[in-house]
């Protein structure tokens, strides 16, 4: 993304926000327009430091982060085979996972709930913390009681034989059934668009997966998953 303003001195500005893909083809223009009372100062780079974790600290290798609108951030560890919080004083702590592989704990704490290899979350509006709980092919969601549920995909091992998908489908993975009758296989990456709908990087069913929410989450209804046009499951965030 490039942020392009011109002119640099105090006065009238316009200018636009520009995102481009990969290639340099550009995806999307925002034309930015306001006053500024004083000249603009460049960006310059500040020093690195560390926000989480180190020797001796609770994360083995994280993939993935994400944050809510309170300054908490939320790290995906498929390592740990957790998801760990971050308060804005800097303070670690789990929130979700115990630590060992597995699939349990859905309608429970999270805190008390197995995951196996999460690589990535992802928050939304509403304050629910959604995780790719990647060997065992779902993603997860916590909600903002810490309740854990199983949000999309069915459960089975990687290289075990998929369950079956709905009669609707239009695939062998599960296009146009309900979010928990789709078949994932390694979902890596997480990511909402603009109006709230969950795009799934389907790494091994190399596919971008799109779950269409119909309802606040509250209520926990949602809609159907379709494959994206994209065919690569946005390679480019999947973490081996």
């Not at 509403?126 to 810490?146: E, L």
């Amino acid at each position: 993304m490039e942020v392009q303003f011109q002119p640099k001195v105090a006065g009238r500005r316009q200018g636009a926000v520009v995102i481009s893909d990969i290639a340099g083809n550009v995806l999307v223009t925002v034309s930015l327009n306001g006053n500024g009372a004083r000249a603009m100062a460049g960006f310059a780079p500040s020093a690195i430091s560390t926000f989480a974790g180190g020797s001796g600290g609770p994360l083995m290798g994280p993939t993935g982060i994400a944050a809510d609108g309170f300054g908490n951030y939320y790290v995906a560890d498929p390592k740990a085979n957790k998801v760990f919080e971050v308060s804005p004083s800097g303070a670690i702590s789990t929130f979700a996972g115990t630590g060992s592989p597995g699939y349990s704990g859905d309608n429970g704490s999270a805190t008390s709930a197995e995951l196996n290899g999460p690589m990535d979350v992802v928050v939304d509006g509403a304050g629910f913390v959604y995780i790719a709980d990647t060997i065992n092919n779902v993603v997860r969601v916590v909600d903002t009681a810490g309740i854990i549920s199983t949000y999309a995909g069915q459960y089975y091992l990687s290289g075990s034989t998929p369950p079956g998908v709905c009669q609707t489908a239009t695939n062998s993975v599960g296009d146009g059934c309900l979010r928990t009758q789709i078949i994932l296989n390694r979902p890596v990456a997480l990511v909402f668009c603009h109006a709230q709908n969950i795009h799934i990087a389907d790494q091994l069913n190399h596919r971008q997966r799109t779950v269409f929410r119909t309802s606040s989450p509250r209520s926990r209804r949602w809609e159907t998953a379709r494959r994206a046009t994209t065919a690569t499951a946005k390679t480019t965030r999947a973490r081996t």
